[in-house]
């Protein structure tokens, strides 16, 4: 039974930090590909990060250089390490699997 659990969102003032983690079961997240997406209001989802094929990571244009995304194996656990926030980061994100077969339930982020 495949199962994604994200945590770690709340508020924070541009220019924060936060880590997001999207903890996994049903599966190893060193065997699969894990992205994090977000959607805020009126927009469409959008994959912000992930690895590629040869397990290189991948990033939005919107969030290179601020964002990075890292597996945790011992936990079974992906983070998104969110740096140097801008309001425009609001939104809620998502970690899925399986090509967006599975998803989460989504955790809020909110930049003031």
């Known amino acids: 039974h495949v199962q994604l659990v994200e945590s770690g969102g709340g508020s924070v003032q541009a220019g924060g930090s936060l880590r997001l983690s999207c903890t996994a079961s049903g599966f190893q997240v060193d065997d699969s590909i894990v992205a994090w997406y977000r959607q805020a209001p009126g927009s469409r989802c959008e994959m912000v990060a992930s690895?590629?094929?040869?397990?290189?990571?991948y990033y939005a244009d919107s969030v290179k250089g601020r964002f990075t995304i890292s597996l945790d194996n011992a936990n079974n656990t992906v983070y998104l390490q969110m740096n140097m926030v801008k309001s425009e980061d609001t939104a809620l994100y998502y970690c899925a699997t399986n090509g967006g077969k599975y998803w989460g339930q989504g955790t809020q982020v909110t930049v003031s």
């Open positions: 690895f590629d094929n040869a397990g290189s990571p």
